[in-house]
Protein backbone atom coordinates (compact mmCIF):
# COMPACT_ATOMS: atom_id res chain seq x y z
CA UNK A 1 0.00 0.00 0.00
CA UNK A 2 0.96 3.45 -0.03
CA UNK A 3 1.13 3.71 3.60
CA UNK A 4 3.83 1.47 5.41
CA UNK A 5 4.05 0.67 8.91
CA UNK A 6 6.50 0.61 12.18
CA UNK A 7 9.08 -2.16 12.87
CA UNK A 8 7.82 -5.41 13.67
CA UNK A 9 9.43 -8.65 13.90
CA UNK A 10 9.00 -10.71 10.79
CA UNK A 11 7.76 -14.29 9.99
CA UNK A 12 6.60 -16.50 7.66
CA UNK A 13 7.46 -17.84 3.81
CA UNK A 14 7.72 -17.33 0.28
CA UNK A 15 4.69 -18.85 -1.97
CA UNK A 16 4.21 -22.35 -0.90
CA UNK A 17 4.17 -21.69 2.74
CA UNK A 18 7.80 -22.54 2.98
CA UNK A 19 9.56 -20.81 5.97
CA UNK A 20 10.64 -17.20 5.27
CA UNK A 21 14.79 -17.28 4.78
CA UNK A 22 16.19 -15.13 7.32
CA UNK A 23 17.16 -12.43 4.28
CA UNK A 24 13.28 -12.60 3.43
CA UNK A 25 12.64 -11.35 6.88
CA UNK A 26 15.26 -8.98 7.28
CA UNK A 27 13.76 -7.33 4.29
CA UNK A 28 10.72 -7.62 5.91
CA UNK A 29 11.11 -5.99 9.42
CA UNK A 30 12.81 -3.23 7.64
CA UNK A 31 10.45 -2.21 5.10
CA UNK A 32 7.83 -2.16 7.70
CA UNK A 33 9.04 1.72 8.99
CA UNK A 34 7.91 4.50 6.67
CA UNK A 35 9.25 6.70 8.48
CA UNK A 36 12.53 5.11 9.31
CA UNK A 37 12.90 3.86 5.73
CA UNK A 38 12.03 7.53 4.64
CA UNK A 39 14.61 9.30 6.69
CA UNK A 40 16.96 6.83 5.26
CA UNK A 41 16.62 7.48 2.01
CA UNK A 42 16.25 11.33 2.13
CA UNK A 43 12.45 11.17 1.39
CA UNK A 44 9.65 13.17 2.17
CA UNK A 45 5.69 12.21 1.96
CA UNK A 46 4.87 13.61 -1.34
CA UNK A 47 1.51 15.29 -1.45
CA UNK A 48 0.84 15.77 -4.85
CA UNK A 49 0.98 11.71 -5.02
CA UNK A 50 -1.28 11.64 -2.08
CA UNK A 51 1.29 9.58 0.52
CA UNK A 52 -0.06 8.95 3.83
CA UNK A 53 1.88 6.17 4.89
CA UNK A 54 0.27 3.65 7.40
CA UNK A 55 2.18 3.31 10.40
CA UNK A 56 0.80 0.71 12.66
CA UNK A 57 2.44 -3.30 11.88
CA UNK A 58 -0.77 -4.45 13.53
CA UNK A 59 -3.08 -3.07 11.12
CA UNK A 60 -1.06 -3.96 8.38
CA UNK A 61 -0.86 -7.71 9.58
CA UNK A 62 -4.67 -7.71 9.54
CA UNK A 63 -5.10 -6.13 6.59
CA UNK A 64 -2.72 -8.92 4.95
CA UNK A 65 -4.80 -11.40 6.44
CA UNK A 66 -7.33 -10.35 4.98
CA UNK A 67 -5.67 -9.92 1.76
CA UNK A 68 -4.23 -13.54 1.25
CA UNK A 69 -6.03 -16.09 3.96
CA UNK A 70 -4.02 -18.64 2.22
CA UNK A 71 -0.35 -18.67 1.23
CA UNK A 72 -1.59 -19.63 -2.36
CA UNK A 73 -2.64 -16.15 -2.37
CA UNK A 74 -1.43 -14.04 -5.89
CA UNK A 75 -1.54 -10.60 -5.52
CA UNK A 76 -1.39 -7.50 -7.52
CA UNK A 77 -0.74 -4.78 -4.67
CA UNK A 78 -1.31 -0.42 -5.93
CA UNK A 79 0.50 1.69 -4.43
CA UNK A 80 2.99 -0.24 -2.62
CA UNK A 81 4.75 3.06 -0.89
CA UNK A 82 7.29 1.33 1.16
CA UNK A 83 6.07 -1.93 1.38
CA UNK A 84 3.99 -1.89 4.73
CA UNK A 85 1.16 -4.16 3.34
CA UNK A 86 4.02 -5.86 0.91
CA UNK A 87 5.82 -7.09 3.98
CA UNK A 88 3.14 -8.92 5.85
CA UNK A 89 2.05 -10.38 2.66
CA UNK A 90 5.23 -12.18 2.03
CA UNK A 91 5.16 -13.20 5.54
CA UNK A 92 2.08 -14.85 4.83
CA UNK A 93 3.31 -16.75 1.86
CA UNK A 94 2.00 -14.60 -1.03
CA UNK A 95 3.06 -13.46 -4.60
CA UNK A 96 3.20 -10.36 -5.21
CA UNK A 97 3.44 -7.67 -7.88
CA UNK A 98 4.17 -4.29 -6.14
CA UNK A 99 3.06 -1.52 -8.63
CA UNK A 100 4.14 2.09 -7.59
CA UNK A 101 4.46 5.27 -9.50
CA UNK A 102 7.14 7.30 -7.25
CA UNK A 103 10.42 6.20 -8.45
CA UNK A 104 11.95 6.99 -5.48
CA UNK A 105 9.90 4.91 -3.56
CA UNK A 106 10.30 2.14 -6.18
CA UNK A 107 13.90 2.23 -5.30
CA UNK A 108 13.02 1.23 -1.31
CA UNK A 109 11.06 -1.74 -2.33
CA UNK A 110 13.95 -2.89 -4.77
CA UNK A 111 16.30 -2.25 -2.16
CA UNK A 112 14.64 -3.34 1.32
CA UNK A 113 13.07 -6.73 -0.45
CA UNK A 114 15.71 -7.48 -2.71
CA UNK A 115 15.78 -11.30 -1.34
CA UNK A 116 12.31 -11.91 -1.70
CA UNK A 117 12.14 -9.89 -5.70
CA UNK A 118 15.50 -12.66 -6.22
CA UNK A 119 13.79 -15.42 -4.95
CA UNK A 120 10.92 -14.41 -7.83
CA UNK A 121 8.18 -14.38 -4.85
CA UNK A 122 7.89 -10.46 -5.66
CA UNK A 123 8.06 -8.29 -8.23
CA UNK A 124 7.73 -4.25 -8.34
CA UNK A 125 6.51 -2.63 -11.81
CA UNK A 126 7.54 0.86 -11.71
CA UNK A 127 3.82 2.37 -13.00
CA UNK A 128 1.18 4.78 -12.93
CA UNK A 129 -2.08 2.51 -11.54
CA UNK A 130 -4.12 4.95 -13.56
CA UNK A 131 -2.76 3.61 -16.92
CA UNK A 132 -1.36 0.36 -16.35
CA UNK A 133 -3.22 -2.72 -17.93
CA UNK A 134 -4.72 -4.25 -14.80
CA UNK A 135 -5.73 -7.50 -17.02
CA UNK A 136 -2.08 -7.56 -18.46
CA UNK A 137 -0.73 -7.42 -14.95
CA UNK A 138 -3.22 -9.83 -13.74
CA UNK A 139 -2.49 -12.20 -16.50
CA UNK A 140 0.69 -12.97 -15.39
CA UNK A 141 -0.59 -14.28 -11.85
CA UNK A 142 -2.09 -18.02 -11.16
CA UNK A 143 -5.63 -18.09 -9.31
CA UNK A 144 -6.22 -16.92 -6.92
CA UNK A 145 -5.71 -13.53 -7.73
CA UNK A 146 -6.58 -10.47 -5.70
CA UNK A 147 -6.53 -6.72 -6.30
CA UNK A 148 -5.15 -4.79 -2.76
CA UNK A 149 -4.23 -1.42 -2.35
CA UNK A 150 -4.56 1.85 -0.15
CA UNK A 151 -5.86 4.29 -2.53
CA UNK A 152 -5.23 8.10 -2.87
CA UNK A 153 -8.53 9.71 -1.59
CA UNK A 154 -8.08 11.97 -4.48
CA UNK A 155 -7.86 8.80 -7.36
CA UNK A 156 -9.86 6.42 -5.27
CA UNK A 157 -12.88 7.06 -8.04
CA UNK A 158 -11.22 5.82 -10.81
CA UNK A 159 -8.98 3.42 -9.61
CA UNK A 160 -11.91 1.73 -7.92
CA UNK A 161 -13.68 1.59 -11.49
CA UNK A 162 -10.89 0.26 -13.29
CA UNK A 163 -10.42 -2.67 -10.43
CA UNK A 164 -14.02 -3.60 -10.67
CA UNK A 165 -13.95 -3.67 -14.45
CA UNK A 166 -10.94 -5.79 -15.41
CA UNK A 167 -11.65 -9.02 -17.20
CA UNK A 168 -9.35 -10.89 -15.69
CA UNK A 169 -11.16 -13.53 -13.09
CA UNK A 170 -10.07 -12.37 -9.38
CA UNK A 171 -11.65 -13.51 -6.03
CA UNK A 172 -11.68 -10.32 -4.33
CA UNK A 173 -10.13 -6.67 -4.24
CA UNK A 174 -9.10 -5.48 -0.93
CA UNK A 175 -8.61 -1.09 -0.48
CA UNK A 176 -7.98 1.00 2.29
CA UNK A 177 -9.90 3.99 1.52
CA UNK A 178 -11.66 7.12 3.30
CA UNK A 179 -14.20 6.19 5.82
CA UNK A 180 -17.07 8.00 4.02
CA UNK A 181 -16.04 6.31 0.50
CA UNK A 182 -16.54 3.07 1.76
CA UNK A 183 -20.25 3.64 3.63
CA UNK A 184 -21.01 5.09 0.10
CA UNK A 185 -19.70 1.81 -1.80
CA UNK A 186 -21.81 -0.62 1.53
CA UNK A 187 -24.46 1.64 1.14
CA UNK A 188 -28.51 0.29 1.33
CA UNK A 189 -31.40 1.99 -0.85
CA UNK A 190 -32.92 5.03 0.89
CA UNK A 191 -29.77 5.54 3.10
CA UNK A 192 -27.94 8.67 3.17
CA UNK A 193 -24.79 7.88 1.60
CA UNK A 194 -26.12 5.68 -1.09
CA UNK A 195 -25.56 6.91 -4.37
CA UNK A 196 -24.33 5.81 -7.77
CA UNK A 197 -21.13 4.70 -6.55
CA UNK A 198 -23.45 2.55 -4.70
CA UNK A 199 -25.18 1.22 -7.38
CA UNK A 200 -22.36 0.86 -9.76
CA UNK A 201 -20.20 -0.93 -7.25
CA UNK A 202 -22.96 -3.38 -5.95
CA UNK A 203 -23.88 -3.93 -9.68
CA UNK A 204 -20.60 -6.18 -9.91
CA UNK A 205 -19.54 -6.92 -6.87
CA UNK A 206 -20.54 -7.54 -3.20
CA UNK A 207 -18.74 -4.75 -1.04
CA UNK A 208 -18.47 -5.50 2.72
CA UNK A 209 -16.96 -3.02 5.39
CA UNK A 210 -13.74 -5.58 6.87
CA UNK A 211 -12.58 -2.64 9.95
CA UNK A 212 -11.82 1.27 10.56
CA UNK A 213 -8.72 2.34 10.23
CA UNK A 214 -8.30 5.83 12.21
CA UNK A 215 -6.48 8.67 11.20
CA UNK A 216 -4.17 8.55 13.71
CA UNK A 217 -2.50 5.69 12.43
CA UNK A 218 -1.24 7.36 9.28
CA UNK A 219 2.31 9.18 9.00
CA UNK A 220 1.58 12.24 7.97
CA UNK A 221 -2.13 12.21 9.49
CA UNK A 222 -4.71 13.11 7.37
CA UNK A 223 -8.12 15.03 8.51
CA UNK A 224 -10.17 12.09 8.07
CA UNK A 225 -10.80 8.27 9.23
CA UNK A 226 -10.05 5.11 6.48
CA UNK A 227 -11.59 2.00 6.10
CA UNK A 228 -11.03 -1.45 4.80
CA UNK A 229 -13.43 -2.54 2.13
CA UNK A 230 -13.41 -6.31 0.82
CA UNK A 231 -15.10 -6.64 -2.81
CA UNK A 232 -16.23 -9.52 -3.65
CA UNK A 233 -17.34 -10.35 -6.92
CA UNK A 234 -20.90 -11.38 -7.73
CA UNK A 235 -21.70 -14.62 -9.44
CA UNK A 236 -24.46 -12.60 -11.73
CA UNK A 237 -22.77 -9.11 -12.04
CA UNK A 238 -25.18 -6.52 -13.87
CA UNK A 239 -23.85 -5.73 -17.60
CA UNK A 240 -22.29 -1.56 -17.06
CA UNK A 241 -23.79 -0.62 -20.49
CA UNK A 242 -24.03 3.07 -21.20
CA UNK A 243 -28.01 2.73 -20.64
CA UNK A 244 -27.74 1.14 -17.55
CA UNK A 245 -25.19 3.90 -16.86
CA UNK A 246 -26.85 6.89 -18.15
CA UNK A 247 -29.51 5.81 -15.81
CA UNK A 248 -28.27 5.24 -12.25
CA UNK A 249 -26.12 8.91 -13.41
CA UNK A 250 -29.50 10.82 -14.01
CA UNK A 251 -31.02 9.32 -11.14
CA UNK A 252 -28.70 10.89 -8.90
CA UNK A 253 -27.82 14.10 -10.47
CA UNK A 254 -30.28 15.83 -8.27
CA UNK A 255 -30.97 13.56 -5.79
CA UNK A 256 -34.52 15.78 -5.05
CA UNK A 257 -36.10 15.35 -8.56
CA UNK A 258 -38.41 12.25 -8.95
CA UNK A 259 -37.85 9.77 -11.38
CA UNK A 260 -40.08 10.62 -14.25
CA UNK A 261 -38.37 14.24 -14.03
CA UNK A 262 -34.63 12.87 -13.52
CA UNK A 263 -35.19 10.71 -16.50
CA UNK A 264 -37.36 12.88 -19.08
CA UNK A 265 -35.07 13.14 -21.84
CA UNK A 266 -32.37 11.04 -20.85
CA UNK A 267 -31.03 9.16 -23.55
CA UNK A 268 -33.60 10.24 -26.03
CA UNK A 269 -36.28 8.92 -23.86
CA UNK A 270 -39.60 11.06 -24.66
CA UNK A 271 -42.18 10.39 -21.73
CA UNK A 272 -44.77 8.30 -23.24
CA UNK A 273 -41.68 6.02 -24.27
CA UNK A 274 -40.22 6.33 -20.68
CA UNK A 275 -44.04 5.72 -18.67
CA UNK A 276 -44.02 2.39 -20.85
CA UNK A 277 -40.47 1.31 -20.12
CA UNK A 278 -41.03 2.43 -16.42
CA UNK A 279 -44.66 0.08 -16.43
CA UNK A 280 -42.44 -3.10 -17.78
CA UNK A 281 -40.04 -2.86 -15.71
CA UNK A 282 -42.03 -2.37 -12.75
CA UNK A 283 -41.20 1.11 -11.53
CA UNK A 284 -42.62 3.73 -9.69
CA UNK A 285 -42.10 7.45 -11.29
CA UNK A 286 -42.79 9.23 -8.59
CA UNK A 287 -40.01 7.53 -6.66
CA UNK A 288 -36.58 8.98 -6.75
CA UNK A 289 -33.63 7.49 -7.38
CA UNK A 290 -32.51 6.57 -4.30
CA UNK A 291 -34.97 3.86 -3.08
CA UNK A 292 -34.05 2.26 -6.40
CA UNK A 293 -32.37 -0.74 -6.06
CA UNK A 294 -29.14 -2.08 -8.45
CA UNK A 295 -31.80 -4.95 -9.65
CA UNK A 296 -34.04 -2.20 -9.88
CA UNK A 297 -32.21 -0.41 -12.14
CA UNK A 298 -31.18 -3.44 -14.09
CA UNK A 299 -35.10 -3.82 -15.45
CA UNK A 300 -35.18 -0.43 -16.10
CA UNK A 301 -32.48 -0.28 -18.52
CA UNK A 302 -33.47 -3.59 -20.01
CA UNK A 303 -36.54 -2.30 -21.11
CA UNK A 304 -35.23 1.04 -22.26
CA UNK A 305 -32.81 -1.14 -24.31
CA UNK A 306 -35.50 -3.42 -25.52
CA UNK A 307 -37.47 -0.38 -26.48
CA UNK A 308 -40.81 1.16 -25.51
CA UNK A 309 -42.77 -0.84 -28.06
CA UNK A 310 -41.03 -4.46 -27.12
Request: charged share 20%.
Given at each position: ?????????????????????????????????????????GLRPKRTLGQNFLADAGLCAKIARTVAPSA???????????????????????????????????????????????????????????????DVALGGLEAPRVIAGNLPYHLSGLLLRRAV??????????????????????????????????????????????????????????????????????????????????????????????????????????PAALEACAARAGIDLTKRGEVLAVADFERM??????????
Amino acid sequence: MSRPPDPDPAAGGPSGAEPASDETRSAGAEARGPIALLRQFGLRPKRTLGQNFLADAGLCAKIARTVAPSAATNVLEIGAGTGALTAPLLELGARVVAVETDRDLSRVLREAFAGPIQSGQLSVLEADARELDLDVALGGLEAPRVIAGNLPYHLSGLLLRRAVEVSVPVERSVFLLQLEVVDRLCAAPASEAYGALSVFAQAVTEPARAFVVKRGAFFPQPNVDSAVVVLTPRERPVALTPVFSGLVRAAFEKRRKTLRNAWRGVLGLEPAALEACAARAGIDLTKRGEVLAVADFERMAQAVAGGAGA
